[in-house]
T-cell receptor, first 113, second 117 residues
Framework: GQQLNQSPQSMFIQEGEDVSMNCTSS?????WLWYKQDPGEGPVLLIALYKAGELTSNGRLTAQFGITRKDSFLNISASIPSDVGIYFCAGRNYGGSQGNLIFGKGTKLSVKP | GAGVSQSPRYKVTKRGQDVALRCDPI?????LYWYRQALGQGPEFLTY????????KSGLPNDRFSAERPEGSISTLTIQRTEQRDSAMYRC???????????????FGPGTRLTVL
């Protein structure tokens, strides 16, 4: 089946630092999504990308839909403590089931001790 | 406004028992999705509905798992003869529409944590 490779698996941030994470896929997607999950909560959509090459910002977040349709990255600028959580990328196929979002394993952001 | 709600939030059951997990989508949302999320993993698709019609159940692990949405609103995911490997977080999501730009954005509920002893 399709696989999404998300990296890094975890990272520590210091307030003010920029953060970058990415996802790669073994096959093409026509939609890329980035979600954030806080403890005890469901994933919350941060950014949705619908077109190859698209670069979209949401406040301090910026995400891009790779030109090959097989990858996407998410950048967080000037991180703050509330950015801590788990970030998931998700993709939807061409011609696949409309509901079939495929998720990465997540990138866990923690505060640097 | 109210988001997606799920009940119960936690369910502990013994192996072999049947369980029913409930999802109440956002009012007016056409599509409803079920996912399963293991610890340290992303959500894994199980099945989804448009209105009351089950469109895709390819993600259901085996025939012990079934789902229904008889009136196109609330949905129930049923697991018969539960096994320990069924233990996971079961998440429901809903979307306003099933295609077209942002209208198919999926909003997730808080999940039901199922533990099978």
């Amino acid at each position: 089946g399709q696989q999404l490779n998300q990296s890094p698996q975890s990272m520590f941030i210091q307030e003010g630092e920029d953060v970058s994470m990415n996802c790669t896929s073994s096959s093409i997607f026509n939609t890329w999504l980035w979600y954030k999950q806080d403890p005890g909560e469901g994933p919350v959509l941060l950014i949705a990308l619908y077109k190859a090459g698209e670069l979209t910002s949401n406040g301090r977040l910026t995400a891009q839909f790779g030109i090959t349709r097989k990858d996407s990255f998410l950048n967080i600028s000037a991180s703050i403590p509330s950015d801590v959580g788990i970030y998931f990328c998700a993709g939807r196929n061409y011609g696949g089931s409309q509901g079939n979002l495929i998720f990465g394993k997540g990138t866990k952001l923690s505060v640097k001790p | 406004g109210a988001g997606v709600s799920q009940s119960p939030r936690y369910k502990v059951t013994k192996r072999g028992q049947d369980v029913a997990l409930r999802c109440d989508p956002i009012s007016g949302h056409v599509s409803l999705y079920w996912y399963r999320q293991a610890l340290g993993q992303g959500p894994e698709f199980l099945t989804y509905f448009n209105y009351e019609a089950q469109q895709d159940k390819s993600g259901l692990p085996n025939d012990r798992f079934s789902a229904e949405r008889p009136e196109g609103s609330i949905s129930t995911l049923t697991i018969q003869r539960t096994e320990q490997r069924d233990s996971a977080m079961y998440r429901c999501a809903s979307s306003l529409a099933y295609s077209g730009g942002g209208q198919d954005t999926q909003y997730f509920g808080p999940g039901t944590r199922l533990t099978v002893l």
